[in-house]
């Protein structure tokens, strides 16, 4: 069963090339494979690289039978319920086991907003305010992060065996480092606040998409238009020097920080 996602996946490549079809995209078998092995990650199976193979097993010191079921189990419904065509011998899987519910998201793909917010940003305000919820303090994501991990190295330490102090130094140690880089990057963030500008990727980009048959926003086609003084077939006469009178510049809000 650990090992049914990617043989699945190198079964369906075979067969493919039975039937002379054209291979999955390497991007799309990567991205399969990816989704498979973070479905397994979650129901608790430990990763295993030999040489050119990947699959997944049981913890070690998982000894009971019944145990090892409802793992496998779970394991089992999680990837059906993503999509997968998975093949399990029945004998491995726990049929007391209550259909699994809706779950919903993942927290890291309700993450995943924040990634598809700073692809589709056309100006710094945007990027910003994505990344903010990761550097936050107190409550950002980058923050509570650190505090279940310092917290897991607590857990982890008062385990008992000889190597546990040792695992929860080195967790503590990566800690500190993670908090470190955080740090870095909130005020990095600062800098990227005070830029508030757009970006002339993006908007260079939204601008190509407006069709030309197609009315442009009044923004936009205030952009494209040709301005005047560019349409001016004949030099324009210029008034006099008593009819012009100097106009005051209107007023404009500082820029300065509200802080």
Not at 150 to 179: C, F, M, Q, S, V
Not at 205 to 212: E, F, I, L, N, Y
Request: hydrophobic fraction near 40%; glycine fraction near 6%.
């Amino acid at each position: 069963m650990a090992a049914a996602s990617p043989r699945l996946l190198a079964a369906i490549d075979a067969r493919l090339d039975q039937l002379g079809l054209p291979p999955r995209p390497e991007s799309q078998r990567l991205a399969q494979e990816s989704a498979a092995d973070a479905v397994l990650h979650r129901a608790g199976f430990v990763p295993v690289v030999l040489f050119r193979e990947r699959f997944h097993r049981l913890p070690s010191a998982m000894t009971d039978l019944v145990e090892q079921r409802q793992m496998v189990t779970r394991a089992f419904d999680m990837l059906r319920a993503e999509g997968f065509d998975v093949l399990c011998d029945p004998d491995l899987l726990d049929s007391s086991r209550p259909p699994p519910g809706d779950h919903g998201l993942s927290l890291g793909d309700r993450l995943g907003h924040l990634t598809q917010s700073i692809q589709s940003a056309a100006h710094t305000s945007k990027a910003v305010a994505a990344l903010s919820e990761l550097t936050a303090p107190g409550d950002g994501v980058l923050q509570r992060v650190v505090e279940s991990l310092n917290t897991t190295a607590d857990w982890w330490e008062g385990l008992g065996a000889p190597a546990d102090p040792h695992y929860a130094n080195r967790l503590r140690y990566i800690t500190e480092k993670l908090d470190s880089y955080a740090l870095e990057i909130r005020s990095m963030r600062g800098d990227l606040a005070d830029r508030h500008t757009d970006h002339p990727d993006r908007v260079q980009a939204r601008v190509d998409r407006v069709a030309p048959d197609e009315p442009a926003a009044p923004r936009v086609a205030a952009a494209l238009a040709v301005s005047p003084t560019a349409r001016r077939t004949t030099p324009a006469t210029l008034p006099s020097a008593s009819a012009v009178r100097p106009a005051l510049p209107p007023a404009r809000p500082s820029s300065a920080p509200g802080r």
